[in-house]
């Protein structure tokens, strides 16, 4: 009896086992990821606005990261099942970024005594949108991501057309924009970037021209300046000059612009510096508080205050609490909190995200622009949505064009 019970307890351990494992290579498993992916974004799309108006509590804004992580998991029991795919090598480079931040942060609150559960959090939200866009690009299909494209597309044009009206923002005041002030009543910077990359992904997968159209015609409206810069440019060279995008970027040309970006960082830093205000106006005609959009007060107010950071974050902590504002300024951000030495490390491993395509160069690139003038690494899900575009458009050189043909001869 004994060795029949056995026997049943192995059968029943072997029929789990086989259970289990049918359901990690199940279909079910990237169909739950596709959705709790939507869901994040609608979520964002719904709650971002008016959680940064105070109308709705942190428990129900963050509720889209605990839907991203259902994605992941759910992604993530499948990739693993059936292999890695795509987006490993910059999964890598990201994830040690991750692991670089994380052990300075601990070194510095362990020097400080000062425990932060907002240092934690930055680092999670640094994290999160790596891991969703890893697992993601293993689990779905090219056309499945096409899909999932276009559903963010679409809820966030709801998300923000709800945001302009009730913001009471109309046709007329859209109209009234300034592009020299940077004033518009549409401008957005929880959607510019989410319908930018967008842009970019509907620009290279152009089997329909109307989800590119619509991309860039609400980025334009959300008016962000160097995003309408960057949007104007995608549609053109899709249209126009479509073999741009297929060129391959030279390794000693994405060496460059390592160097030129940290450079760049250098000297937009010392030119906001209360030493060079006559120069800054000279330049510019403008004042360096008014140009940065007070990105220049808080610079010095950190140069003059003594300021001791306790891990990544934590300028922005005292940044909010100093100015009601946060430290906008990425990589000047980074030299702060986590020494000048890791903002080298962090541009020269995040530009190996762009992998060796033009395309890839160029939104990894607005990214990079980006975060010397302004922040991005803030924007959690627009970064995911580059992370899967790169890697996508990565893919599509090392199969020469066999996803591209898969999502145009499957996609709406």
């Not at 049943?8 to 351990?13: E, F, I, K, P």
């Not at 939507?38 to 963050?62: E, P």
């Not at 986590?338 to 530009?351: A, K, R, Y």
């Amino acid at each position: 009896m004994s060795g029949f019970n056995a026997s049943g307890r192995d059968d029943a351990l072997s029929r789990r086992s086989v259970g289990l494992d049918s359901l990690s290579s199940s279909p079910v498993l990237p169909m739950i990821a596709a959705l709790f992916f939507i869901l994040t974004f609608l979520i964002k799309a719904l709650v971002d606005d008016a959680f940064t108006r105070g109308d709705i509590s942190a428990g129900i804004a963050y509720t889209k990261y605990v839907t991203a992580a259902i994605a992941c998991l759910a992604a993530l029991a499948y990739a693993l099942k059936n292999g890695e795919r795509v987006f490993i090598k910059e999964f890598n480079a990201l994830a040690f970024i991750f692991i670089i931040f994380t052990a300075v942060s601990t070194f510095l609150q362990v020097k400080t005594g000062h425990f932060s559960t907002g240092v934690l959090l930055e680092l999670f939200k640094f994290a999160i949108p790596i891991i969703l866009a890893y697992t993601m690009l293993n689990a779905l299909t090219p056309h499945a991501l096409y899909r999932c494209m276009v559903a963010v597309l679409l809820v966030s044009i709801l998300g923000y057309l709800l945001s302009l009206s009730h913001e009471g923002v109309g046709v007329s005041e859209i109209l009234e924009a300034s592009f020299m002030d940077s004033n518009s009543a549409s401008e957005s910077s929880t959607f510019s970037g989410i319908f930018l990359v967008l842009t970019f992904y509907f620009a290279f997968f152009r089997h329909k021209k109307v989800w590119l159209v619509l991309s860039a015609l609400f980025c334009i409206l959300t008016f962000k300046r160097l995003a309408i810069v960057a949007v104007l440019f995608a549609p053109v060279v899709s249209f126009i000059a479509p073999r741009l995008m297929k060129i391959k970027v030279p390794r000693g040309a994405i060496v460059a612009l390592k160097v030129c970006t940290v450079l760049g960082a250098f000297l937009w830093t010392w030119m906001l510096l209360p030493e060079q205000q006559y120069l800054f106006i000279h330049l510019f005609g403008d004042t360096q508080s008014h140009f940065s959009m007070g990105r220049s007060d808080v610079l010095g107010y950190f140069l003059s205050s003594g300021f001791e950071s306790y891990g990544y974050g934590s300028a922005n902590e005292v940044a909010k609490a100093v100015f009601a504002a946060p430290f906008e300024m990425d990589l000047t951000k980074i030299a702060f909190e986590l020494t000048p030495l890791v903002t080298v490390l962090f541009v020269w491993l995040f530009w190996d995200v762009a992998g060796d395509s033009l395309w890839g160069v160029v939104i990894i690139g607005y990214f990079m622009i980006n975060m010397i003038t302004s922040d991005s690494l803030t924007s959690n899900f627009c970064l995911t949505l580059a992370y899967m575009t790169c890697g996508l458009v990565t893919q599509t050189f090392e199969h020469t064009g066999k996803y591209m043909l898969e999502v145009s001869d499957n996609a709406f």
